[in-house]
């Protein structure tokens, strides 16, 4: 038996042995060591990584403890942590998290050695025999060799690496409690399961608690219900949002901003069918590798399927005519609905729905014309980004292991998308391997007001659906020749971008996307034809404007205003109407301040001309 593999962790997650470690000077002052070996534990990924995995065991061997029936699935790391899905007959509940918390404490105090041994898969089967769960995770662990973890009373499957012992866990919480199938399979049964984070300090770990709390307060979903933005009906059905007035106010703010910019850049609307015969999937391929995540019907005896994707309706457009050298760049644009087959179980508020609309791009170009193209999508990336506020970084992804096409198409496709991204200085990282079968691509991250990573846009070059669906257009020479086709949306969806967009703000959006820009609150009815002449200035300005005139005081009008973050509340009394003005209560600025109407409502019209794309 060895002790867990672990030897020392230093910035960037390199593992050093003692030796290496003590030339380097990492063996300083009071850090951790055990058994002969040196431990440094950062903040980097690779470091965090290790410590939440070993975080993940101690958390299963705390369950062990305190319900002995228990039975493990897997444990792994995720982004947001760990998990362990188990089975047991007891039922727990958020209140049992802090007393598996202090049990995990209790065993960590303990210090306990981590080690690892070794049996062959028919060891194992034996010795898990009566575990279903072990039996399955077994399955899908390659090779004759398996390894196993202990630590005190508790052993578990696994890969590895871990700390070499429990007494370096020491700054970990418990978030939250879920359900999940079985290999996330829907016909399985149902588990538990457990999440948590753990940190290499405790600074971070607060810092990360602190976080999650301000998370909470700007959850889309709450704030959703509090302005009247969407809702979810289980009459309708699991992941199929409903879009209330004012959701749809916000939404169509975006949707014409984005137009503007795209009809302004020599982009053309188009629109696809929201349904298409199954032959065209089966040529595209969604019909062999994405099938399980479509809706299909029958009609007349043909099988049709719902689109889970824009791309063939856009490659329909491009065949409706002969296309010659001297037509490319095409570019294609379309706020496309379509409609995705996600488990229940990952189902969440508008970041992951069943039914979202794509902002949508399709640019059908010469391979000469794909650097020149992505650039202009990179400029247009970082107008969008600024307007909201959104820092953001890009990913290039390169050629994966299973490819089609030649390496030499493949090279020139990655060089141009990294031209692209130096020539506009955007910062990125190289994930090397990560693109798709079909070409290279760039995948935007934005970073929020409480510092979250959100993946939402992309661009991919695509030389996979123009040969399956023989596109072709004339040369110089008057050859056929191949387009190359680049998949671009910046929002990702509209739906997960508003999401985002929604907890970034906490609600309180900017004035230019405000789903109520101006509350007009008459002081009493003889306010009231006043109130609505001002109205109706405003809402031919195309400002999206409201009267309250609810029977209840004028304070508690106001406080409801101010609860649901509308930018501009006017209220207006005998005074404000003898004197054709408004008493104005400015959200963003912190400001009251009296305004004639006419100003006021040209002001309104400067603030919407501020932005745009």
Known sequence: MELGELIGIKQGGVIYD?????????????????????????ESKEALDILRHSCAHLMAQAITQLYPDAQFFVGPVVQEGFYYDFKTQSKISEEDLARIEAKMREIAAHAHPICKYKLSREEAKARFAHDRLKQAVMTNIEGDVLSIYTQGDFEDLCRGPHLPNTGLLKHFKLTKLAGAYLGGDASQEMLQRIYGIAFSTK?????????????KKRDHRKLGQELGLFRFDEEVGAGLPIWLPNGMRLRKRIEDLLSVALLRDGYEPVRGP?????????????YDNYKENMYFTTIDEVEYGIKP?????????????????????????????VHRHEQSGVLHGLLRVREFTQDDAHIFCRFDQIREEVQAILQF???????????????????????????????QATDALKAALEDQG???SIDEGGGAFYGPKIDIKITDAIRRKWQCGTVQVDMNLPARFHLSYASEQDSQEMPVMIHRAILGSFERFIAVLTEHYGGNFPFFIAPVQVALVPISADQHNYAQNICEQLRHAGIFVEIASKNESLAKRIRTLEKQKVPLIAVMGAQEMTQN??????????????????????????????VSF
């Open 18 to 42: 003692v030796q290496s470690a003590q030339e380097l000077g990492l063996l300083q002052g009071d850090q951790p060591s055990a058994d002969g070996q040196a431990i440094y534990l950062d």
């Open 203 to 215: 600074e971070s770990l607060k810092a990360y608690l602190t976080q999650l709390e301000e998370a």
């Open 274 to 286: 929201e349904i298409l015969k199954s032959s065209l999937w089966k040529i595209s391929g969604h």
């Open 309 to 337: 994707m824009n791309c063939v309706g856009h490659i329909k457009v491009y065949q409706h005519a002969l296309r010659s050298y001297r037509d490319l760049p095409l570019r294609f644009y379309e706020y496309g609905v």
């Open 381 to 411: 990336t970082k107008r969008v980004m600024e307007a909201f506020g959104f820092d953001y970084e890009m990913e290039l992804s390169t050629k994966p292991e299973k490819y089609i096409g030649s390496d030499s198409v493949w090279e």
């Open 426 to 428: 955007v910062p990125f």
């Open 581 to 610: 003005s408004l008493a104005i209560r400015d959200r963003a600025k912190g400001q009251q301040y009296d305004m004639e109407s006419k100003e006021f409502i040209k002001m309104c019209q400067e603030r919407m001309q501020e």
